[in-house]
């Protein structure tokens, strides 16, 4: 098992103990109150999307990653998402530490 599938794991497991907050309101909202520790965005998502979540993390001081696209992060999570965020320290420093 490779570093993407664990990390595809690694959030479908934050996600069922209630760590991830998901879609578009939702997660500029977790970034603006400090909630959202890490960001997935699609790689192949919209271009007023990546822009909003992009510019919103930069000012927060959010780590954003585009190492998925939207039918990998869906399949991760089990629903259709284009962004999502990670509410937890824990599961993000371990998503860090995958991706490195």
Same mark, same amino acid.
């Given at each position: 098992?490779n570093?993407r599938? *664990? %990390?595809s794991?690694?959030?479908?497991l934050?996600q069922?103990?209630g +760590?991830?907050?998901?879609? @578009? @309101? %939702?997660?500029i +909202?977790a970034i603006? =109150?400090?909630?959202a520790?890490f960001?997935?965005l699609?790689?192949?998502?919209g271009?007023?999307? =990546? *822009?909003k =979540?992009?510019?919103?993390?930069?000012?927060y001081n959010?780590?954003?990653?585009?190492?998925f696209?939207?039918? @990998? %992060?869906?399949a991760a999570?089990? *629903?259709p998402? +284009?962004?999502?965020?990670?509410a937890d320290?824990g599961?993000s420093? *371990?998503?860090?530490t995958?991706m490195?």
């Amino acid at each position: 098992m490779n570093n993407r599938e *664990k %990390l595809s794991h690694l959030i479908g497991l934050a996600q069922r103990a209630g +760590k991830v907050i998901s879609g @578009e @309101e %939702l997660v500029i +909202k977790a970034i603006q =109150t400090g909630k959202a520790q890490f960001i997935f965005l699609a790689n192949d998502a919209g271009v007023n999307l =990546t *822009k909003k =979540t992009t510019d919103k993390s930069h000012y927060y001081n959010v780590e954003v990653s585009t190492v998925f696209s939207t039918l @990998e %992060l869906s399949a991760a999570l089990g *629903k259709p998402r +284009k962004v999502i965020a990670i509410a937890d320290a824990g599961f993000s420093k *371990k998503m860090r530490t995958l991706m490195n």
